[in-house]
């Protein structure tokens, strides 16, 4: 599974400081990208209320969510303390210009 | 190798100097500690509470010692430090252990003073100031039955209503007249001795102690006049002074404390030092709200952000005795160049005196009632002008900004723990208490992170910062004065837009760069307060960065809260036609559109649109001569207007004509939080204008123009600006007022708070006294204008930010189906 990687599209495709959304059949997936250009993927839905990420403002290695607020860790998905949640991460990886997705989901949050 | 950090002293300075160096540079040192008590770091505010067994040294601990092993601090606790050796850059402790420095910390904090009588080291005196000292008086209580405090100022009173509280009959022995000389006028002070008395405190008043007599143990007192008392426990709380011996020793330079300068080095840059035994600028201090200030400063210096500056702090005072409110501030003595309001009202016991130098603060004095202390304390730090409201100034804040529910009756220590304090996220008194003691937050910030309560719509602000008060204690509240934007970087919204103008800054990245931001690229706050910035300063050259813009404003929309988004097209002057109509109908049929609602801004709404449908929509519309109403956006929304006389039998003139005007030359502009305006046909106001940003109102002379209304969070009737002739009067004014409100403002600040901060007489100044400025303003206002009146919605109809609205990929069953 862990090798089974989708290119998704080139890496300028992904504004900085952004996100873009992949659909699934199991639910959106949100690729972003850092000032840094390093590259994160989650499930597109805040551990709070749902709330989309790919939506929210992408800064350092966090977003926060365009409803209430949350700031979410990008590389696990985790709310940044003190609120309390997690969502599903994703591998990503960069070959050349090329942004390669896994649909198969990191393990280390129950997420939803 | 990390560079190595001792502090000596483990108290609420040192140790808060730690807590904001872990906050922005955890891995810079080794760090050490010593403290010469055996104790982890506790709350010393909170000595009188727990002398008065309404509090435990649980509640009062601040930092247990686990905390200093997550933090991987080493501790040596009831170890106090002997000797510093610059020269060998070490310092030793009482055991002969030493330990090395790279940089060193001093925050030794004060000794209390012991007055020079035969006696004073009798057993059963003692002093205030550490838990040590509250254990020996809680012991005596058990066995004895007669204390006297000496010392009648704030230590002193404590302690006494601390001792009674634990059935002591106590009798306090003061050198003044009056109690509290340093803190409050004679009146004041007064109805404190009252008060106090009708608890059963004695008080013996210019009584000077001349020995203390026993043999073993304290028996009795002796004063000057010959007269004596019983004391089996004498607690002397005369004063305190800043604990200078060790740093003397080792060479540094010391006065009254150990001279610092402002990033709170001594005369050895190495050496560092914070809290009570400090002098700066000639100041020392024995609160806690500079201490933290200076915290602040000391760790943004240590970890090498070289920017942070300590600049004294104007302090104030509150009594810790439960039951009983009273502040003080600044000279509240005053002069012959001063005058006085003064409001009292003896059978409530409540008592309040301003006073006043041309109108500005300059010291106060409450007693009975203190709600509204943090008030009078920032227009007296701030030195605001008082005239607007100079005749209401007495009756408190509430009275002057109007009371939208949260009245000043409502007294939080009163409350039940199920009253909601936050309507927005259900927040109770309770779940905010809790979260105060149990997670010890001192600051508005940490309550807000914790509980969400007043992190939204902001009302609930000062009931959570009066709660605050209460649970930890007097002088937490008092907040930096100059708050920076975030926690990014130390400057305020003020100083970064100076520094925008005055370096001609022109792009975020530039700056974060210049005014050293902590952050790579910022946080949503700074981020969108910058871009808002930038644009004001530099219309038609600044490249807006969309990625710093909250979504709505992004995606020119209102995202939903299931994520969906709704739409409204703008509706000049609130006029619209049959063609209009048709055409949003069409749409919210087309689009299947499951809500179709009619705004508070005389416009439709259509809802639960995706957003890759939004261009094709947008398309739609525009082909009808629909354009965006920025009903997402810190920008002009609306101009409501009534129909004027153009129909009405009471108009006086055209004010939707008026309306449409206004909106023709105000859409389109981004302002510092939204934007609305009203123009009423009559003064029977219609249209609402007088609870609008700018608001018109027409009579038979011409135009009244109003300024500073909301009718959201806190309703505010605006205030009345100016009556003006014509037409075109009316639009220069708005242009100029818009203008200022966009220069001057910070952002998410409306128009409403701004006005009450810079003060009407301000706008005034700028507006209707001074043609020439008004007239630029109006034109800087135009020219701005020039460059944002593009429909952003026809833009992206015609393919501009197209990956705003479309997937990048969608992926069935593993196969890729479209890819953009």
């Known amino acids: ?112 | 190798m990390k560079e190595k950090l001792v502090v000596i002293g483990n108290g609420m300075a040192g140790i808060r100097t730690v807590e904001e160096l872990l906050k922005v540079a955890p891995d810079t040192y080794d760090i050490t500690v010593f403290g010469a008590e055996p104790y982890g770091n506790y709350n010393r505010i909170m000595l009188s509470p727990l002398l008065a067994g309404e509090k435990t040294i649980d509640d009062i601990m601040l930092n247990d010692e686990q905390w200093y092993v997550d933090n991987g601090i080493t501790l040596h606790k009831g170890k106090e430090v002997t000797e510093i050796d610059r020269v060998g850059r070490r310092v030793v402790a009482v055991d002969g252990s030493s330990e090395k420095y790279d940089r060193l910390l001093i925050a030794t904090g004060s000794t209390p003073f012991i007055i020079p009588v035969p006696g004073n080291d009798l057993e059963g005196v003692v002093s205030f100031r550490d838990i040590h000292d509250v254990d020996r008086m809680l012991q005596a209580a058990k066995q004895h039955k007669h204390a006297v405090v000496i010392g009648g100022g704030l230590l002193g009173l404590e302690a006494a209503n601390g001792l009674m509280q634990q059935g002591m009959s106590v009798t306090v022995v003061h050198l003044m007249d009056t109690l509290l000389e340093r803190q409050l006028d004679k009146p004041a002070a007064e109805m404190l001795k009252k008060s106090l008395e009708e608890r059963g405190l004695n008080f013996l008043m210019g009584a000077q102690t001349e020995a203390i007599v026993g043999k073993e143990r304290v028996e009795k007192i002796r004063f000057k006049d010959g007269t004596e008392i019983y004391a089996d426990l004498v607690v002397m709380a005369v004063g305190i002074r800043a604990n200078t011996a060790l740093a003397k020793k080792a060479g540094i330079h010391c006065e009254r404390g150990i001279v610092v300068n402002d990033t709170m080095q001594t005369f050895d840059p190495r050496v560092y030092a914070v809290g009570e035994c400090v002098q700066h600028r000639g100041i020392t201090y024995g609160l806690v709200a500079p201490l933290f200030e200076m915290a602040k400063v000391c760790a943004n210096h240590l970890a090498q952000y070289g920017i942070g500056r300590y600049q004294g702090t104007v302090t104030s005072t509150k009594l810790k005795v439960t039951g009983i409110d009273l502040f003080s501030a600044g000279d509240f003595h005053g002069d012959e160049n001063t005058e006085e309001l003064v409001f009292q009202d003896a059978s409530r016991g409540v008592y309040r005196k301003l006073v006043v130098q041309n109108n500005r603060i300059k010291g106060a004095v409450m007693y009975g009632d203190t709600l509204d202390s943090n008030w009078y304390f920032d227009l007296m730090r701030d030195e605001t002008d008082i005239s607007d409201f100079r005749d209401k100034v007495l009756f408190g804040q509430a009275h002057h900004l109007g009371d939208a529910g949260h009245g000043e009756e409502q007294r939080v220590a009163a409350m039940s723990d199920d009253t909601e304090i936050c309507g927005c996220n259900g927040v109770c008194k309770g779940d905010i208490v809790k979260a105060i003691t149990e997670k010890k937050l001192f600051t508005l910030d940490d309550v807000r992170a914790h509980t969400k309560a007043s992190s939204s719509c902001g009302s609930c602000t000062g009931l959570v910062e009066a709660l605050l008060a209460h649970v930890v204690g007097g002088d937490y509240s008092t907040a930096p004065h100059l708050k920076p934007m975030c926690g990014c970087t130390v400057h305020t919204h003020d100083e970064v837009r100076a520094a925008i103008n005055g370096q001609e800054l022109k792009s975020i990245p530039e700056v974060m760069k210049t005014l050293e931001w902590k952050t790579p690229d910022g946080c949503p706050k700074c981020r969108m307060a910058l871009n808002y910035y930038l644009l004001c300063a530099w219309p038609g050259e600044y490249q807006d960065a969309s990625q710093s813009r909250f979504i709505n404003e992004r995606a020119h929309a209102n995202i939903q809260k299931d994520g969906s988004y709704s739409v409204i097209p703008r509706m000049w002057g609130g006029d619209t036609t049959p063609a209009e109509l048709r055409a949003i109908a069409e749409v919210a049929e087309k689009y299947k559109v499951k809500t179709v609602h009619v705004t508070g801004g005389q416009r439709i709404a259509l809802f639960g649109l995706k957003k890759e449908e939004l261009p094709a929509v947008w398309d739609d519309l525009n082909n009808a001569g629909l354009v965006s109403g920025h009903a997402y956006g810190k920008a002009l929304r609306t101009v409501k207007t009534c129909v004027g006389k153009e129909w009405c039998r009471f108009g006086t003139q055209d004010s939707t004509r008026m309306g449409i005007e206004l909106e023709k030359m105000t859409w389109g502009c981004w302002t510092p939080h939204k934007f609305k305006l009203a123009v009423s046909g009559c003064p029977r106001n219609c249209a609402e204008a007088t609870i609008k940003d700018f608001g018109v109102v027409s009579v038979d002379s011409g135009w009244e123009l109003h300024v500073g209304g909301n009718g959201g969070v806190k309703v505010r009737a605006t205030d009345f600006l100016c009556h003006v002739k014509t037409g075109e009067e009316v639009k220069e004014y708005c242009a100029a007022f818009m203008q200022l409100y966009r220069e001057n403002a910070h952002y998410l600040e409306r128009t409403a708070p701004w006005v009450e901060r810079v003060g009407l007489s301000y706008i005034k100044e700028h507006i209707v006294e001074d043609e020439e400025g008004r007239k630029k303003l109006a034109e800087r206002f135009l020219y701005s204008q020039k460059f944002s009146q593009q429909d952003p919605w026809k833009e992206r109809a015609q393919g501009a930010e197209k990956h705003e609205f479309e997937p990048l990929l969608q992926v069935m069953n593993e196969k890729v189906l479209v890819n953009s």
């Open chain 1, 1 to 112: 599974m862990s090798d089974n990687w989708i290119e998704v599209g080139s890496l300028n495709d992904i504004p900085q400081q952004g996100a873009r959304v992949v659909q699934t059949e199991k639910g959106d997936i949100a690729v972003f990208r850092t000032v840094d250009d390093e590259l994160f993927a989650l499930r597109d839905k805040c551990p709070h209320r749902g709330g989309p990420l790919s939506q929210g403002i992408v800064h350092g290695k966090r977003v926060a969510c365009p409803l209430h607020d949350w700031k979410i860790n990008l590389a696990n998905g985790e709310a940044v303390a003190p609120d309390e949640g997690c969502t599903t991460s994703f591998p990503v990886k960069l070959e050349g210009e090329r942004v390669m997705l896994s649909l198969a989901a990191n393990k280390g949050c129950a997420g939803n």
